[in-house]
C-alpha cells in the first residue's frame, strides 16, 4: 500500500512502511549510503507527516521484511501480546507520540508494541522527547546486584588489552574498581575468542570479585559458541552475543534465535546469579545491517529496532548500544552520534530493555571528547541503565575512544546519581566513597592494592 | 589540588591510560592536554595527503571520491577509479604489481612505504620477482587494488595502505596480498600485514613477512585463508 502527503500541490508518494520509515528519518550518512534517505529536506518532513497519520495496526499488517523469509519477523509477529495493545489500538503513530509524552501514558505497554512500531514513533520526536519519556521509564534487572534503579547509574569495566595479557587487564581492573566503576559488569572484549583464552580471562576476574568479595558479575565478550563450549570448566556468569534486527545480520554473526535460546537456558541452568536470573548481555549499534549487506532495504535505526525485539526475549542484564564505533559511514558526526544514542536509548528502553550506551568515537568520525560529554550529560538526564568505563576513555584493544572512569564521575555527581545500592556498600565498605557519593583518595596500603604493588 | 594515584607502578602491565590521578572527579589537566594531542595527531592523518613528489617514480591514480569527506561517506567511491585514472592502465607482462593508498592515513605511507620498499625490492630481485610500474592512489580503500591489478593483468597486487589511526598510532601501515586481483573479491581472498611501522612492526620483519607470503602465493597460486601465515614458524 503507498503512503501519500501533500504539500503544496506536490504529492510525495511512498510505496511502503519500510520507505517511509527511511525517508521519515533524521539524516544519517549510513541511510544515505544505503541509497534509502530522503532526497530533500521536504520530503523527509513529507515522510514525516504520512507517517504521524499511519494507525498503529497498520504495523500489524504490513511486514517491513516479509514474516515468510526473516525469522525476527516471524517472532516479532508470533509473540505480539494483543491484549497490552489494546488500550493503544486506535491510535495513528502521531497519537502515539502525543500520548507518550502526556501525563497519563502507561508505559507498562512494552509487549503491546512491535519494534517498527517504536522506532516509528521515535522518528517523529525531538531529542527532548526522546529524553522525557525515556526518563519515566525504569527497567530493573538483577544478577549479583540490582541495576537500573531511578537515581542510580551503572558502569562497565571495560579492562581490554591488545594482547590479553593477564596483568594489563588486572592493571585496568584495579584502576577502575578504585575509581568506583565495575558494578554494571567487568567485561573483557578478548583479542583472541579461543575457549583457554577465554577461560583464562573468566577466572582472573573471578578470583578478584571472589579475593574481596565484590557484588558484581563478569563477562568475555567471545562468541556465544565459545560460550558454551567452555560453561561448567570456566566460571562463566553472562552470555554476550552482539545482535542484529534481521535474520541475515544474524547469520553474519554467526548466530540463529535457536543458538541464542540454547545459550540463554544454558546460563540459566548455571544459577550463579544470587539475587536475580537475568542471564544475558547484548551488544548492537545501528549500521550493522548495512555493514553486513543484509538490512533489506530498511533503514539502519528500524533494523536497530528490531534487535531489541530479538534482546528482549531472552530477559538480558544488560543491553548496550555502542553506537559510534563503527564509523563515518554510518554515523557521520557528532550530530548524529548523539541522535542515533537518544533513539536507542528511547526505543530499548519502550521495548522494556536494560539499555545501556557506549558513549563513544573512532578517530575517522567527526567528533571529539566534546561531543561525547554532550551525549553522556543527555543519557545521565534520560536515565541510562548504565555506560562504559575505559582508562583515560582510551580503548587500546579496538583502537576507539569511549567514556572513562573519571567520566563516570563526573556524571555522577552533577547528576546526584549513585552506583547499584549493593556495589554503593561495597564502595563505602572499602573506603573509595563516602556517605555523599563522593570519590576518597586512596593510599599506596589499601587494601585492593595490597597483592598488586 | 591534584589528587595522586599510588598505583602508578601497574603502568609498567599496560599501555591503557590508569593511574591518571584526578582534580575533583576531572582528570588533571595535564592528562586531558596529552590526550587531545593524541587525537589529534589521529585527525591530522586522517586529512594528510601523500607526499606525492618524495614517492618515487610512480603511476598517480585516484578513486571515484573527489575528496575526504565524500572519502570517508561513500567506502564504496574509494573502491572504484575515476574515469581518467582507468584509461590510464595498460597491461603489463609481470608477477607482481606494488599499489600505494592513502586510506585512512596516508602519513603512514609518507613515512613507512619508501623504508619497507628498501627491504622488499632486493628479496624480490633476488628471486627474480619481475614488477609493474609503482601505483600511487589517492582516497582508496583496499579494494582499488583489485581493479588496478585487473587491468595492469598482474598475477598478485601488493597493496600498502595508511591504517584507521589509533590515538598511539596515527601512522600504522597495512599491507594487503591478493592473488589473481579482481573487482568484487572481499577480504577472505586476501593476505593481511598489520601495525607496520617502528613501534609495532618493524620494517625489516615487516618486508620479511611480505616476502615470505609473496613467494607463497606466486608457488602455490592462491592468497586468503587457504594461504597461512606460517612465516613465524619457520623463524622460530
Known amino acids: 500500500m503507498a503512503y501519500k502527503t501533500t504539500i503544496q500541490q506536490h504529492t510525495y508518494s511512498f510505496s511502503d512502511l519500510k520507505t517511509l520509515l527511511a525517508k521519515a528519518s533524521p539524516y544519517r550518512s549510513g541511510d544515505a549510503l544505503a541509497g534509502l534517505a530522503a532526497d530533500t529536506y521536504e520530503e523527509r518532513v513529507a515522510a514525516q507527516m504520512a507517517l504521524a497519520d499511519v494507525p498503529l495496526k497498520t504495523f500489524l499488517q504490513e511486514a517491513v521484511i516479509p514474516y515468510e523469509t526473516d525469522e525476527i519477523t516471524r517472532l516479532i509477529i508470533d509473540t505480539h501480546d494483543a491484549t497490552a495493545f489494546a488500550p493503544i489500538s486506535h491510535f495513528t503513530v502521531g497519537d502515539f507520540r502525543d500520548w507518550l509524552l502526556s501525563d497519563y501514558a502507561d508505559l507498562t505497554v512494552s509487549k503491546g508494541l512491535t519494534p517498527e512500531m517504536v522506532a516509528a514513533v521515535s522518528k517523529l520526536m525531538r531529542n527532548q522527547d526522546l529524553i522525557s519519556v525515556a526518563k519515566k521509564i525504569e527497567v530493573i534487572t538483577r544478577f549479583r546486584n540490582t541495576i537500573g534503579l531511578k537515581g542510580r547509574l551503572s558502569v562497565r569495566l571495560q579492562p581490554n588489552h591488545n594482547t590479553d595479557d593477564p596483568k594489563g587487564i588486572a592493571a585496568a581492573m584495579m584502576d577502575g574498581l578504585l575509581y568506583g566503576s565495575g558494578d554494571a559488569v567487568i567485561g573483557i572484549n578478548p583479542a583472541t575468542d579461543s575457549p583457554a583464552a577465554v577461560t583464562g580471562l573468566l577466572t582472573l576476574i573471578d578470583q578478584l570479585r571472589q579475593q574481596f568479595d565484590i557484588p558484581t558479575q563478569s563477562c568475555v565478550l567471545c562468541h556465544v559458541t565459545t560460550a558454551l563450549q567452555i560453561m561448567g570448566k570456566a566460571p562463566v556468569d553472562l552470555v554476550f552475543q552482539s545482535i542484529g534486527g534481521t535474520e541475515k545480520t544474524n547469520s553474519s554473526f554467526g548466530i540463529q534465535l535457536s543458538l541464542l535460546k540454547e545459550a540463554y537456558e544454558a546460563a540459566l541452568s548455571l544459577q550463579r546469579g544470587t539475587i536475580g536470573n537475568n542471564v544475558m548481555y547484548f551488544e548492537t549499534g545501528q549500521g550493522s545491517s548495512l555493514s553486513a549487506n543484509a538490512h533489506e532495504g530498511v533503514d539502519q535505526q528500524t533494523c536497530e529496532a528490531r534487535a531489541y525485539g530479538v534482546a528482549r526475549h531472552f530477559n538480558p542484564l544488560l543491553v548496550n548500544t555502542v553506537v559510534g564505533f563503527i564509523g563515518p559511514e554510518y554515523l557521520f558526526d557528532g550530530k548524529q552520534i548523539i541522535r542515533a544514542a537518544l533513539e536507542d536509548h528511547f526505543c530499548g528502553k519502550l521495548l522494556g530493555l536494560p539499555m545501556g550506551v557506549d558513549v563513544c568515537y573512532t578517530n575517522h568520525a567527526n567528533a571529539d571528547q566534546d561531543d561525547m560529554d554532550n551525549l553522556l550529560t543527555l543519557l545521565g538526564v534520560a536515565g541510562c541503565n548504565f555506560i562504559m568505563g575505559v582508562p583515560g576513555a582510551d580503548d587500546i584493544m579496538l583502537n576507539y575512544q569511549s567514556t572513562s572512569f573519571h567520566d563516570a564521575l563526573y556524571i555522577r555527581q552533577v547528576l546526584g546519581l549513585k552506583p547499584a545500592p549493593e556495589f554503593e556498600q561495597w564502595l563505602m565498605k572499602y573506603g573509595l566513597m563516602d556517605d555523599n557519593g563522593r570519590s576518597l583518595p586512596v593510599t599506596s596500603s589499601h587494601l585492593l592494592l595490597k597483592n598488586y604493588l | ?236
Open chain 2, 1 to 236: 589540588m591534584i589528587i595522586d594515584d599510588p598505583w602508578h607502578e601497574l603502568k609498567a602491565f599496560t599501555a591503557a591510560r590508569i593511574a591518571l590521578g584526578r582534580t575533583g572527579s576531572a582528570m588533571p589537566l595535564q592528562e586531558v592536554l596529552r590526550f587531545k594531542l593524541a587525537h589529534a595527531h589521529a585527525r591530522d592523518a586522517v586529512y594528510s595527503s601523500l607526499d606525492i613528489d618524495a614517492l618515487g617514480e610512480v603511476n598517480l591514480l585516484h578513486s571515484k571520491a573527489a575528496d575526504r569527506a565524500e572519502y570517508l561517506q561513500r567506502p564504496d567511491k574509494g573502491r572504484q577509479l575515476n574515469e581518467n585514472s582507468r584509461l590510464s592502465l595498460t597491461p603489463v607482462n609481470a608477477d607482481l604489481a606494488i599499489i600505494l593508498v592513502d586510506g585512512l592515513s596516508a602519513t603512514a605511507i609518507n613515512h613507512h612505504a619508501i623504508p619497507v620498499l628498501d627491504y622488499l625490492y632486493p628479496m624480490l630481485q633476488a628471486k627474480k620477482i619481475s614488477l609493474a610500474p609503482v601505483q600511487l592512489v589517492e582516497q582508496g580503500r583496499v579494494a582499488i587494488g583489485d581493479e588496478i591489478g585487473e587491468l595492469l593483468k598482474v598475477k598478485l597486487i601488493l597493496v600498502l595502505i595508511g591504517e584507521r589511526p589509533g590515538l598511539t598510532s596515527p601512522d600504522s601501515l597495512g599491507a594487503y596480498l591478493t592473488w589473481q586481483p579482481r573487482s568484487g573479491l572481499t577480504d577472505e581472498a586476501r593476505n593481511c600485514i598489520s601495525n607496520i611501522r617502528p613501534e609495532g612492526l618493524p620494517y625489516k620483519l615487516a618486508a620479511e613477512k611480505m616476502y615470505y607470503l609473496i613467494h607463497e602465493a606466486l608457488r602455490l597460486q592462491l592468497t586468503g585463508v587457504m594461504l597461512k601465515d606460517n612465516y613465524n614458524l619457520r623463524i622460530s
